[in-house]
Structure formats: C-alpha cells, structure tokens
C-alpha cells in the first residue's frame, strides 16, 4: 500500500460506516489510517474501530473545542483507554482561538494534562493549533514535549515551519493545501525537511480539491500527497515512500512484515 492518512475522524462521518471508508481506502492503495478521537465516547469509538481492521490505529484525546468535557474522570478514562494495544498517539489536543466554544482558561490545563499523559505512557502527541501558534510553543516549552509530536492540518507560516523543524517534531498537511487560494501554506509544506512530513484528511472534514462539497475520507489522501510533491517538486511516488517511512518513525508504528 502506498498512501498514509494520518489522522481522520471515522466515527464522524456522517454518511459512510468505517467499514465502507476502510474499504474506500484499501481500494485508493490508502494502507495505513489513524483514527483519532475528540472526546471521551470518539476517543472510545475509535480504539473499538482500530481493533477491527489491521492498518488501522487510534488515538484518544479531548481536543481545545471539547475541553468542557475533560473533567478528571474523562481524563483518567482517556489514560486507561491509551494503554491498549491499538492506541498509538494522544490527541487530538492543543489550542484553538478560531473557534470559541471553550476559553483560553479551559483549553490550558486540558492541553498540559494531555502532555504529560503522553510523556508518561511514551505515546506520540497530535496536536490541533489553529490561530494560536504563539501560546502553543509556549506551553510546549513550559511543559517540556514529548520524544515524539505531529503539528496536525499544519497552518503555521515559514516561521514556525522553521521552530517545529528545529524541535524535530512532525508537520501533516491536510486537503486545504491543495485549495486554490492556499499558497502561502503550499510555501510552508515545501520547506518542510523531507523527514519530517506527514500526509492526512482530517476526514471528513477538508475534502481536498477537486472534491471539495463532498464529505472526505481516507482515499482521498493521495490527492493531498500529490499537491504536496507538485509543490516541493518531488516524484509522487517518492515522497509517498518516505512519507510512510516518517510515519512509522512519528507514532513508533510496528514495521509490517515485507511480503
Ligand atoms: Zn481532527
């Protein structure tokens, strides 16, 4: 299989089940999914799917807009959860200052809590920051990262490019890269160092062009794999490669057996 989505939703797509979207996938040569949650009962769904499908991972978190529900039950629930076998990352979790269901108050401590979570239990942290890229490196460097961090639906300019680079965490682009008015995130993905880029749908959210008004899933990531060569003028099938080099290496992935 040659594409990866890093990071989708199929417990909330609204039409297709996850065995339709797996199917969609393995048909797209789309072989590795991560399934991430954004709440306790998301968090729980997608560890049930992963534990359903080979290729299949998830992730358990409580992301900035859900951040009301993380009381200290749902976050102790979210640290039993993580301990299974499919659960590969922390998240999804960070700050958001676009959107105003939560405050800057309530998103904070959940974020903190959920880096240490990942540190302790040595798992991978996807975070989500949308219009909050200054907060988000402080609370990082407050807290300390952890070994292993994924920037998902990378939105930073060539400056933080620059400061994640450094810090050897993971940038995954999703379908807006390939929108049409979306070049200054284009110049972003192409400085990314070649070892560090990821490939993902946020699905089904963000269909990339030119499906956009459809709701997306997993096979629609080798279009975003494609925009991003294009853009870093690389062969598809090369960057494919060592995206899925980079994703093994991001979320400590057991290596498949070669066939
Ligand atoms: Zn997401």
Redesign the pocket.
């Known amino acids: 299989m040659t594409y990866v989505d890093t990071?989708?939703?199929l417990d909330h797509h609204p039409e297709a089940t996850a065995d339709e979207q797996v199917a969609r996938a393995r048909a797209a040569d789309v072989g590795t999914l991560i399934t991430?949650g954004?709440d306790l009962p998301s968090s729980e769904q997608a560890v049930r799917t992963a534990a359903r499908f080979d290729g299949v991972f998830a992730a358990v978190g409580i992301?900035p807009n859900d951040a009301d529900t993380a009381t200290t039950e749902a976050l102790a629930a979210i640290a039993d959860l993580a301990m299974r076998p499919e659960v590969v990352a922390i998240g999804?979790t960070g700050l958001d200052r676009y959107r105003d269901h939560t405050t800057p108050e309530q998103q904070d401590p959940v974020f903190r809590a959920q880096i240490e979570l990942a540190k302790r239990l040595d798992l991978t942290l996807v975070i989500?920051c949308r219009d909050a890229w200054p907060a988000c490196l402080v609370v990082l460097d407050e807290e300390g990262a952890p070994d292993r961090v994924v920037m998902?639906?990378f939105s930073g300019d060539l400056d933080v490019v620059r400061r994640c680079a450094d810090a050897g965490w993971y940038l995954s682009f999703a379908g807006n890269v390939t929108f049409r008015n979306a070049q200054e995130l284009r110049d972003a993905a192409a400085a990314v160092p070649a070892e560090l880029l990821l490939t993902?749908t946020?699905s089904p959210?963000l269909t990339p062009h030119p499906y956009r008004g459809r709701w997306n899933d997993p096979s629609f990531v080798p279009h975003t794999l494609r925009a991003l060569a294009a853009t870093r003028g690389e062969e598809p099938e090369d960057l494919a490669a060592s995206v899925r080099d980079n994703t093994v290496r991001a979320f400590a992935l057991p290596v498949p057996a070669e066939d």
Request: proline residues 0%; aromatic residues 8%.
């Open positions: 990071h989708c939703h991430i954004t992301h999804e989500h998902h639906c993902e946020d959210y």
